[in-house]
């Protein structure tokens, strides 16, 4: 058993489109804690020429999710590295019970108090609108938003120049139906099971990203500044 550690150590939750990950690294820049995104740390990982990079890969290039095994080992391993030592942010980690359950584990062993569960609350008419109006330039990756992130000129891309733009093929409604389902299935109990533990805050994440992020920074008592 470790001494138990200082630093802030945050779960961000929430329904698929929630913004997370837009104030996971909101939060990264005014803190400089962690930003540990299972979806940036499965590319990552299928990279690395490990046993775990290789199973992760083969079960990417299958066109299979990763199981809660690997999902765990990887975010094991990832916590231990020294920029993690002070604070992380998980951004979808737990995404399911036994994610959560292990998560518990993990850290009690290694003497680390979670500050908070954050659940970001977005109602699905909203989630709906925020994933199906997105869209981003096919030169340089940009983002942009039919209502809400729209191109200073009709057309070009602010950040290139580009005229072409494209849309992900899994932001549709039944997709997103589909992800908001699963959702509440498997993810939403681990709210529940934080609640219990006395660690969940929620937050109304409908604002603008800024007033979100405000909103946060006193809910985890960080200086706001700008
Ligand atoms: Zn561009």
């Given amino acids: 058993m470790s001494a138990s550690r200082e630093g802030l150590f945050v779960v961000f939750t929430g329904a ?14 005014k803190t ?9 740390m499965l590319r990552e990982f299928a990279q690395k020429d490990t046993p775990l990079g290789r199973e992760l890969n ?5 066109g299979e999710f990763a199981t809660d095994d690997m999902i765990i080992e990887m975010v094991k391993s990832r916590i231990d590295e020294a920029d993690c030592q002070h604070g992380f942010i998980l951004d979808g980690f737990p995404r399911t019970m036994p994610q959560a359950e292990i998560l518990e584990e993990m850290l009690a062993e290694k003497g680390i108090k979670l500050n908070c569960v954050l659940e970001i609350q977005v109602p699905d008419e909203i989630i709906m609108e925020r994933i199906l109006g997105r869209y981003s330039c096919m030169k ?12 200073k000129i009709y057309g070009v891309c602010d950040a ?21 389902v699963n959702y509440r299935l498997l993810t939403y109990p681990t709210i529940q099971f934080f609640e219990r533990r006395g660690l969940l805050k929620t937050v109304d994440g409908t604002g603008t990203i800024e007033a979100v992020s405000k909103k946060i920074d006193q809910i985890l008592g960080v ?3 700008n």
């Fill in 16 to 29: 698929p489109g929630c913004g997370k990950g837009t104030q996971a690294r909101i939060l990264k820049q």
């Fill in 32 to 40: 400089h804690v962690c930003h540990l995104s299972t979806g940036e």
């Fill in 58 to 62: 083969a079960a990417l290039e299958r």
């Fill in 140 to 151: 340089c990756g940009a983002g942009y938003h039919d209502k809400f992130q729209r191109p």
């Fill in 160 to 180: 290139c120049g580009g005229t072409e733009f494209t849309r992900r093929k899994d932001d549709n409604r039944t997709t997103v139906q589909n992800r908001l």
């Fill in 223 to 225: 200086e706001s500044g």
